[in-house]
């Protein structure tokens, strides 16, 4: 069947979905999440899945019709990924890979594996050349509130986790030990705790409250200065106490493979919407292998999950959900836990809720 796949249409659709919570970071709040939702039809029948992340709700829309757009000049074309990838490349080297283009060019890539693994009727992870397996995950949280939410802290390590991350610097550096210090003493010794500054710091700050945070047993300091910034994050993990974690900002390998020449983490932390879809990711993988760093994945757990078992050097897969809502199987945390599922990457929309949400 692999011969006969030929894209026929793209069709992007954007929505808004409801968060429980929502998501607080010192970069600023997150209320609901814009996704925009990419199905491609092939004239096979079979059709490819996969969603983008908007992050803020006034790009949701013009990025829905960029991946449409784009989509549309890729009519009748092959879908091999490889081949899609590098032309897109070229179509647009003048103006950059970054930002809008960037994402909708890796939500197609996205939805090209998918439609390659659902053809072969595997899930993605095996038609990658692994399997789907249990990957260790930690529940994400913005910025908390220390009594309003210990309750949903305490039942995220009831369910599971084995890790959890809380996000640091909205305030002064005496709330963040305050805060960071109670979530250690709810969670105990046992389980992880990660923090995430978004880039909120200079390397100075950055070094000093690395120092302190020190006693919290923490498993790594999440880009704790401008992602951009890879001299001062080279900085802050030469002379930090706590692991520096990086990566959920580079765009497409190249970007990763200048993060690992500066030596600018001890970690990497990949984006699938970000890295350039699976096919980058599986570049960044193996960049990150031959660096010897550890990968843990940075939101888009349905197809994170497929990644992180094919990548030899994984670590954590982030627990953000942005998607279930939208979908009808959406992915079981077990035993602290999530396994990727499929055909595919495993994404069958649920259309009553999608046209609840459609923006």
């Known amino acids: 069947m692999g011969d006969r796949l030929e894209i026929r249409s793209v069709t992007a659709r954007p929505v808004m979905v409801p968060l429980d919570r929502p998501v607080r970071t010192a970069a600023g709040d997150i209320p609901a999440t814009p996704l925009v939702l990419i199905d491609v039809a092939t004239t096979a029948g079979v059709i490819g899945r996969s969603y983008l992340f908007a992050y803020t709700r006034p790009v949701l829309v013009p990025l829905a019709r960029l991946v449409s757009e784009i989509g549309a000049e890729l009519t009748g074309a092959a879908v091999a990924p490889a081949l899609r990838m590098r032309a897109l490349e070229r179509r647009f080297r003048l103006l950059g890979l970054q930002g809008l283009v960037g994402m909708a060019i890796a939500g197609l890539d996205m939805a090209f594996w998918d439609i390659l693994a659902r053809a072969a009727d595997l899930p993605l992870a095996s038609l990658l050349g692994g399997a789907p397996r249990p990957i260790r995950a930690y529940a994400s949280f913005g910025i908390i509130d220390v009594a309003a939410d210990e309750r949903v802290i305490l039942d995220a390590v009831a ?64 880009e704790p200065v401008a992602a951009e910034d890879l001299a001062g994050h080279a900085r802050v993990r030469a002379g930090s106490p706590v692991p520096v974690q990086t990566g959920e900002n580079w765009w497409f390998p190249r970007a990763a493979a200048d993060a690992v020449a500066a030596g600018a983490s001890d970690h990497a932390m990949l984006d699938v919407m970000k890295i350039g879809g699976v096919t980058g990711w599986l570049e960044a993988a193996a960049l990150a292998k031959a660096a010897s760093l550890p990968v843990s994945s940075h939101s888009f757990l349905e197809a994170s999950a497929h990644l992180l078992a094919v990548t030899p050097t994984a670590l954590w897969l982030e627990h953000l959900d942005k998607a279930s809502r939208l979908l009808e199987r959406p992915l079981a945390v077990e035993r602290g836990c999530v396994t990727a599922q499929g055909p595919g990457l495993g994404l069958e929309w649920n259309e009553m809720a999608v046209d609840r949400l459609l923006v």
């Open 159 to 222: 369910a599971g986790f084995q890790g959890l991350k809380i996000k640091v610097g909205g305030a002064d550096f005496a709330r963040d030990l305050a805060d960071i210090a109670a979530v250690r003493t709810m969670i105990g010794p046992g389980i992880a705790l990660m923090v995430d500054y978004n880039q909120s710091l200079d390397p100075t700050e950055a070094l000093r409250r690395a120092a302190a945070l020190a006693k919290f047993d923490l498993t790594w300091i999440e």
